[in-house]
């Protein structure tokens, strides 16, 4: 099972009915902190490119329920062109995703570090899609029990993060899955496209409950 970094010794805010989607600000990325965080609905990410971590908790929270995936012929044919993998190499799809030529990149220095650290304690996870031996794109993000927290994916090639996140709930996919949660922080007209739905934050936060409940997937368990 991943390694237990003990309890974080900040005490993290608890979003009230009426908070908006940023919680707080400061803190640090100490694995106990990010687990902590993760464990009570909130998630960190830079406030603005290079300024502190904010930490937050949607008002309006994207999941993907993992019986809702659109997977469209076209993408049916793509998967066939791929290679795809799991926890093969995990920092260079997190390198991918924060690649400072893409759109609202915001994963920074700090980020990286700590994901990477993550990773080496059997918390975070990536999924590999693969071309003729080159990575062309993934995804990855944190296995906490029934949660997996999506933080980011990319593509260099059609398609390849979205084999990536059809491989992501087929791995998801057991006699759990109706609790488990695949958290995608926000819903935006991409994801909207691949069956991801908007819930408001208290219900995410009693399916949260439940999935927390749960024992991690198979295919996530350390050795």
């Known amino acids: 099972m991943p390694i237990d970094p003990g309890p974080t010794h900040w005490q993290l805010p608890v979003p009230g009915p009426r908070a908006g989607d940023l919680i707080a600000i400061g803190g640090d990325l100490a694995p106990s902190t990010v687990l902590a965080a993760y464990r009570g609905g ?111 994916m990319f593509s260099r090639a059609t398609d390849a993060s979205k084999v990536a996140l059809v491989h992501l709930v087929e791995l998801l996919t057991d006699e759990h899955a109706g609790v488990r949660v695949l958290d995608t922080q926000w819903q935006t007209d991409h994801l909207a496209t691949l069956g991801v739905e908007e819930i408001p934050r208290a219900e995410y936060f009693e399916r949260l409950n439940s999935a927390l409940a749960l024992p991690l997937p198979a295919a996530f368990r350390t050795p």
């Open 42 to 152: 909130l998630f960190p990410m830079p406030v603005e490119a290079g300024s502190e971590i904010g930490w937050w908790s949607p008002e309006w929270r994207g999941v993907l329920p993992l019986d809702g995936l659109v997977v469209s012929r076209s993408l049916r044919k793509s998967r066939k062109k791929y290679t795809v993998t799991s926890n093969q190499a995990f920092a260079d799809v997190l390198a991918g995703c924060a690649d400072p030529g893409r759109d609202g990149v915001w994963i920074d220095e700090q980020i990286t570090a700590a994901y990477l650290q993550l990773h080496a304690m059997g918390w975070a996870h990536s999924v590999e899609t693969w071309l003729d031996g080159e990575l062309v794109g993934g995804l990855y993000g944190l296995a906490i029990n029934g949660l997996f927290a999506g933080e980011s």
